[in-house]
C-alpha cells in the first residue's frame, strides 16, 4: 500500500502557473507508475499526466505543452508544472499511483492508490 499526500493547490489568475507535489510513503515499488487526474464540478475525472518508472510520460492532447509531469525518485515525489493556467483548469487535482504502468494509462480507475486531492481555482 501507498499512501499519497497533494500539496501546492491555490487561488491563482488565468496565466499563471502553479506546481503541484504528490508525496508517497509506504511500499515504493508500490508507485512505481504515478500520475495526475482531475475533477471539476459537474464534469467526469480527466487523466492529465501519467510517469512510469523509466521516465516514460504520456499527456492528454489538451494539455500538451502546459503541463509538465516529472518524478524526484530518491525523495519518492511527483511534480505536476501547470503553466498558462485558464479558468477551464479549476479542479480538485489528484494524484495516484501503482506499481506498474499498463500502457500509460490515463485513466485513474486503472490505479490502486489515489490521494486526497488539492483545489486549483484559476480566475478570470
Known amino acids: 500500500q501507498v499512501k499519497l499526500v497533494e500539496s501546492g493547490g491555490g487561488s491563482v489568475q488565468a496565466g499563471g502557473s502553479l506546481r503541484l507535489s504528490c508525496s508517497a510513503s509506504g511500499q515504493s515499488d508500490s508507485s512505481s507508475c504515478m500520475m495526475w487526474f482531475r475533477q471539476a464540478p459537474g464534469k467526469e475525472r480527466e487523466g492529465v499526466g501519467v510517469?512510469?518508472?523509466?521516465?516514460?510520460?504520456r499527456y492528454a492532447d489538451s494539455l500538451k505543452g502546459r503541463f509538465t509531469i516529472s518524478k524526484d525518485i530518491a525523495k519518492n515525489t511527483l511534480y505536476l508544472q501547470m503553466d498558462s493556467l485558464t479558468p477551464e483548469d479549476t479542479a480538485m487535482y489528484y494524484c495516484?499511483?501503482?506499481?506498474?504502468?499498463?500502457?500509460?494509462?490515463?485513466?485513474?480507475?486503472?490505479?490502486?492508490?489515489w490521494g486526497q486531492g488539492t483545489q486549483v481555482t484559476v480566475s478570470s
Open positions: 495516484a499511483a501503482d506499481r506498474y504502468c499498463v500502457g500509460l494509462s490515463l485513466d485513474p480507475l486503472t490505479y490502486l492508490n
Open positions: 510517469i512510469a518508472g523509466d521516465g516514460r510520460t
